[in-house]
């Protein structure tokens, strides 16, 4: 097919180079209507008649050209399937009867051991240990997963047992999300399930929703948590005490995923039980996470402050620390159907799909500089990634995915707990995790491709040789040398043998209608039914910073039939899987230098001429015609996009990082202030919207503060010190002056004239180790000058630390005040010469609003 020539024109400065670390995706989905969602998850692999024949001969068109290059999957005949199915099951049993006779009615069995893990009896493990309650957590975790598998009278005498065994009013301390997950849901999806059965099979008549009401008094017990300053619920609680013990006080953090992971369960025992409290906390948790994304990157970071908000860890990726909470904001809209919690994660996919995605690889950003990775690893959670996109509609993105992780799993046996971009092991723990079967499950029922009851063949297998002990099924503690852990998570049962039976098991197999429901993250069903219970308690109405778009969703694609033509190019993307040919690395428009000569000759052979403007300035253009190959000019394109994405980027970072060093024109008395340009760091806090530092401003000594102390450290306390640039580290300076108890550093630099009217102001970087807790920034020789000479005019000048932009702001806001009270004073004046031209002037000084009060 001909094209025209296109040609890109885009001017950057070759300081880009250091600035930013990331690739930028374009990515502009088909959309259709919302409305197709909720339907669309019901009955995944189903289409409307009429769609269904246009996309079948749209397929076969497609399918003339493509099926030379496809390699078929072998099919699994319907005998085998049955034989996976039943050995999944025989899985099952051999773990659960090992707990049930050896661990039962601890949380979770010891399979090396073989018997049960006890809280406060079994040596503790740290913070893995908040998980466990003493509450039989596996047998309730694992209720539903009988009535799957079709074991009514093994789920009645269950059911029994956790009505008569377990209570809550425990002196012990937990996780307010796992707890959530695990028991909570687990309660609930019995409880459903009894009533269920009840009608439909006419067993348990002696059922009277008492699992609802242990839900119930359990969800009493967490909602203390809830009561934060930003309504965001606390990590940890005491089930008996709630907040009052003195170790919760002192904690404050938690993670996005742990606060985002309440609505469904609490949605639910709100709607089965009338008490509308549940779901409006959990509302207000997400409505709380919303607020606190980056409003440029729309991105979220991992660990927050659950009182003020502020980030502790702004990591942003689909794994570890956040990845339920992306889960949790699409499947409440499905279950509750409140359209914003579609456009949330609409806006949260774009932009992990254009920031964090490089392809088939996930790789955290910083969000508030999403060029910028923040760790060079991915870890296994990522997995239940594909199985979203699936729901959502993202079928090709999440066909690619599965397969890099199919690839690892190949390559050590299974997926490692975190593994490098080259696919080699960082961590080698592997702890029997559900996620990635999760996915293959439902890119089987979307796709019914046989390819993946072959990638599910090969984790039962592997499961089979590595993990399975005499007494249940064992965690593995390094997959290179297959050592095992005691352990096995209770999720092994309710998710990992779940998903693995279900995979092999023909929907109409099954005693449920799986299409009626909604799995929780933990595997747990939930009727999609709820949503006609309402919540009256709730407006769903409310403002939203959201437009037509985000409420749109990708048209899945025509590749759903023939996946294997998405998974070949992939064939050898894993190094040692299998024999893979030498390929060049593609050349990102974030790492384009133009003063290195490889770079130049990739940008040349992807149809890019440079033209330089002089300034540090070059121009680049694109022709498709003059690339090396069709592939490369694509490549150019791509570069092209990126370029142009980031150069945007670029200047809308540049203004909003920006940062003021002002202080008073005329000393303390006046109100004018002046100024001056200067650049962020890359480590300590921000200083953004209101936030501002104010004090004495004081020079280091040494003046370059690279020794180990400040020699002038008692002077220093307190105040703002300034530092030269120079001999050491900028984040090095940091951390001396900060030992001295200052307030904040002021770098100077040490090249004589330099300017930020001139040159292009820079964010100082740091090392990677978040230890400073001072504001840092820096200034350009020129701007320092003038401050300089204000400190010698008058040496206790206060000087005030805050961002550009709010400076701005402020000064406006304080210039229409004081118009305002002139305005007002002159009326005043002139009514009282008009009715007592004969008394005596009074001049008075209005009280005004504190300089602090931004």
């Keep these: 097919m001909c094209s025209p020539q296109i040609v890109g024109n885009v001017e950057m400065s070759t300081q880009l180079n250091g600035a930013l670390k990331s690739r930028v995706i374009n990515t502009t989905p088909t959309p259709t209507t919302a409305k197709t969602i909720r339907k669309a998850y019901t009955s995944i692999s189903l289409f409307s008649h009429t769609h269904y024949l246009f996309c079948l001969l749209l397929i076969l068109r497609i399918l003339s050209f493509v099926v030379c290059e496809i390699i078929p999957t072998e099919i699994l005949s319907r005998k085998e399937r049955e034989e996976l199915r039943e050995e999944a099951r025989d899985m099952f049993y051999h773990a659960y009867y090992a707990y049930m006779d050896n661990g039962y009615p601890a949380d979770e069995l010891m399979p ?257 500089r999403p060029h910028a990775k923040s760790r060079n690893f991915m870890d296994a959670l990522l997995a239940f990634w594909p199985g979203l996109q699936v729901l959502s509609g993202h079928l090709k993105p999440a066909v690619q995915t599965h397969e890099m992780l199919y690839q690892v799993m190949q390559m050590h046996n299974f997926i490692p707990e975190a593994f490098t971009m080259d696919f080699q092991i960082h961590w080698g723990q592997h702890h029997l995790r559900p996620e990635f079967i999760e996915s293959t499950y439902f890119l089987y029922r979307a796709t019914g491709d046989h390819h993946y009851l072959q990638v599910g063949k090969k984790v039962l297998k592997a499961l089979q040789k590595y993990a399975k002990v005499p007494c249940g099924y064992a965690a593995v503690n390094d997959v290179r040398t297959g050592k095992h852990e005691d352990r096995m998570d209770s999720f092994v049962l309710s998710e990992t043998f779940k998903y693995l039976y279900l995979l092999f098991t023909e929907p109409r197999d099954l005693l449920i209608n799986l299409d009626e429901f909604i799995f929780t993250t933990e595997a747990h069903l939930l009727p999609l039914s709820l949503a006609q219970l309402g919540n009256t308690s709730y407006n769903f109405r409310q403002a939203e910073e959201h437009n037509i778009m985000d409420f749109m969703r990708t048209c899945p694609s025509s590749n759903k039939l023939f996946p294997e033509k998405v998974r070949q190019p992939l064939r050898n993307l894993v190094t040692g899987s299998c024999p893979r040919s030498p390929a060049t690395k593609k050349l990102l428009a974030v790492d384009f230098q133009a003063s290195n000569a490889d770079h130049l000759r990739t940008v040349y052979d992807m149809g890019i001429t440079m033209v330089s403007l002089g300034d540090g300035k070059v121009r680049l253009f694109h022709s498709f015609y003059n690339a090396k190959s069709p592939e490369d000019g694509e490549m150019g394109l791509m570069f092209m996009e990126e370029m142009i994405e980031l150069t945007k980027m670029q200047s809308l970072n540049q203004l909003a990082q920006l940062q003021a060093v002002a202080y008073k024109k005329d000393g303390s008395k006046s109100n004018d202030w002046v100024a001056l340009m200067a650049g962020p760091s890359h480590f300590g806090p921000e200083l953004i919207q209101d936030n501002f530092v104010e004090g004495e401003v004081i020079i280091a000594d040494p003046i370059r503060a690279c020794g180990p102390v400040l020699r002038n450290a008692e002077k220093a306390r307190a105040k703002i010190v300034i530092a030269e640039r120079g001999d050491c580290t900028f984040v090095s300076k940091a951390r001396v002056v900060q030992s001295a108890g200052v307030l904040a550093l002021i770098v100077c630099d040490n090249t004589p004239g330099s300017s930020g009217e001139f040159q292009p102001m820079f964010a100082m970087s740091g090392d990677g180790v978040n230890d400073v807790h001072i504001p840092v920034v820096f200034m350009f020789s020129q701007e320092f000058n003038k401050l300089s000479a204000a400190m010698h005019s008058k040496p206790e000048i206060q000087v005030r630390i805050m961002q550009m932009i709010e400076f701005k702001r402020w000064q406006m806001t304080k210039e229409s005040k004081a118009k305002n009270e002139t305005i007002t004073l002159k009326a005043t004046e002139s009514t009282e010469e008009t009715t007592t031209p004969t008394s005596t002037t009074m001049h008075t000084t209005k009280k005004t609003k504190p300089d602090k009060e931004l």
């Design 112 to 368: 090396l051991s073989c018997k049960g893990r006890y809280r406060g009896v079994t040596p503790s493990r740290g913070d893995m240990d908040d998980v466990l309650g003493n509450f039989s957590m596996t047998l309730v975790d694992t209720l539903d997963t009988l009535v799957l598998l079709g074991d009514l009278s093994e789920f009645e005498i269950s059911v029994k047992s956790v009505i008569r065994d377990v209570q809550f009013d425990n002196d012990i301390i937990v996780s307010v999300f796992e707890t959530n997950i695990r028991m909570i849901g687990g309660l609930l999806s019995a409880h459903l399930l009894s009533e269920y059965l009840q009608k439909n099979v006419d067993i348990m008549p002696w059922y009277r929703g008492e699992l609802l009401e242990m839900a119930r008094d359990l969800g009493y017990r967490l909602l203390p948590a809830f009561n934060t300053t930003t309504g965001i619920p606390h990590a940890r609680i005491n089930l008996r005490y709630g907040m009052k013990d003195d170790q919760l006080k002192r904690s404050t953090e938690t993670c996005t995923a742990c606060a985002g992971t309440m609505l469904l369960e609490f949605a639910a025992l709100s709607r089965l039980t009338g008490d509308p409290i549940f779901e409006a906390r959990a509302h207000a948790a997400m409505d709380a996470l919303w607020k606190l994304r980056n409003r440029g990157s729309d991105l979220m970071g991992t660990v927050l402050n659950v009182h003020s908000g502020d980030w502790v860890r702004r990591d942003s990726g689909v794994g570890a620390g956040i990845d339920s909470y992306y889960e949790y904001l699409f499947k409440s809209y499905i279950l509750l159907g409140d359209d914003k919690y579609l456009a949330r994660f609409n806006r949260h996919y774009n932009a992990v799909m254009k920031y964090v995605s490089d392809g088939p690889l996930f790789l955290d950003v910083l969000m508030h």
